[in-house]
């Protein structure tokens, strides 16, 4: 059956994650990872400005996804782009 990540590997991605964030720009919510096998996957919401242009968000997701991929070499990511300013970017939070 599969499972979260360890502790220990959860934190690391969250290291990436803060690194990665600007407070108010770009945030990170809704992240959720686990294993299948020796296969690792990740989702993840990131909120970012609503006057990015589709190509500076598309840019800062991959920017990010590359770098995760780098410590995490099995891993496969799933990000969704919302806009921060947009209540219903928070509407899954109370899951």
Sequence with gaps: MDATLSP???ARIQ???DAHA???RSEFHAVRTRESGARQFMEM???VPGDWTVLRGHDAMEDLVEKIVA???AMRVT???EPVSDPRSYEDMAL
């Design 8 to 10: 220990e590997d959860n």
């Design 15 to 17: 290291a990436i994650l």
């Design 22 to 24: 600007e407070p108010g």
């Design 45 to 47: 919401h990131m909120l």
């Design 71 to 73: 410590e995490f070499p």
């Design 79 to 81: 990000g969704h782009l």
